[in-house]
């Protein structure tokens, strides 16, 4: 009986390769080329001279060669996923630049602890994707600044309805997810803004044929209480050009959490202006005297704006 293949597979004369970019200089070369291996995903870890690539359902290291040199297959060495079944290309390096968390086929995410030479770490599974009636799958995307958060996409088919993606944080410690989206668009490719402030995405919500999806900005940081102002619907870009607009979240004030100043703050959910309550474990309610209806379903305002030019 025939194996079959882990993970994605090149077709006949396909060439997998992988190439750097030194952002100084402007210089761009190939590091890395192979026939017979499908490598996707590279990640750059701290120190500047090893990627991490995945391929054949595993985790790989690679070191950067000196130019012009450019390795294969042979080269890659192997990074052990004991306990975890084949990965798919969607994975994070932590940043404290010791682990990696990754997705893998059965719908659930793993932290898998880079190797020391020395020692190999059991991974550790985060989520529990099959805890849910229809079951559910994580498909990670982002990690924030200080890894207190995952930015994921999270797919699943309600009872009698469609298959659908939303946006949810997931804590690394609980496997908790919070939805920021839960309704029936599509949703995907969630990242963390680099200071953390907001979540940045594509869907299709304000679409008018299928397949053209947009880029959203998700601010994470809502005004509290006796503000006179909350978490609003889903905006569109609207008036001339709102077709070419991207997305740029807009900051909150100084010294809130999610805000832009010096220091990196870990992420908040969305408030509910109406009931005051935020998202609970895995979208109930946290707060028992919120009866508005707002949740697990939270429509967060979308903010978008006019990209600047450069100066």
Excluded at 133 to 147: C, Q, V, W
């Amino acid at each position: 009986m025939t194996t079959a293949a882990r993970g994605r597979q090149l077709r006949p004369g396909q060439t997998s390769r992988v190439h750097v970019y030194d952002v100084r200089t402007g210089e761009a070369r190939v590091v890395f080329e192979s026939a017979t291996v499908l490598v996707e995903a590279p990640n750059v870890l701290p120190d500047g001279q090893t990627l991490v690539v995945n391929g054949n359902g595993d985790l790989f290291t690679l070191p950067v060669p000196p130019a012009p040199t450019v390795l294969s297959e042979a080269d890659l060495m192997r990074v052990p996923l004991d306990g975890v079944p084949e990965i798919n290309n969607d994975h994070v390096l932590d940043p404290s630049g010791t682990s990696i968390v990754v997705s893998a086929r059965d719908g659930d995410l793993y932290r898998v602890a880079l190797p020391d030479g020395t020692t190999s770490t059991p991974a550790v599974r985060i989520t529990d994707a099959g805890s849910v009636a229809g079951g559910r799958k994580f498909y990670l995307h982002g990690i924030a600044p200080d890894g207190s958060s995952l930015a994921v996409i999270v797919g699943g088919t309600p009872a009698g309805g469609a298959w659908s993606t939303n946006v949810a944080l997931v804590d690394p410690e609980t496997g908790e997810p919070t939805f920021l989206t839960h309704d029936e668009h599509q949703d995907d490719g969630c990242l963390f803004t680099p200071d953390g402030s907001a979540v940045l995405f594509t869907t299709d919500r304000w679409s008018t044929e299928p397949g053209h999806a947009q880029l959203a900005a998700l601010p994470l940081s809502m005004p509290g209480p006796g503000t006179g102002t909350g978490t609003g619907a889903a905006r569109r870009p609207r008036g001339r050009g709102a077709r070419r607009r991207c997305c740029r979240p807009r900051s909150s004030s100084p010294g809130t959490s999610g805000s832009t100043g010096s220091r990196t703050r870990r992420p908040t959910a969305p408030i509910c202006s109406t009931c005051r309550s935020s998202p609970g474990p895995r979208g109930t309610r946290r707060t028992a005297a919120s009866s508005c209806g707002c949740f697990p379903a939270p429509r967060p305002a979308l903010r978008w704006e006019r990209p600047r030019r450069p100066s």
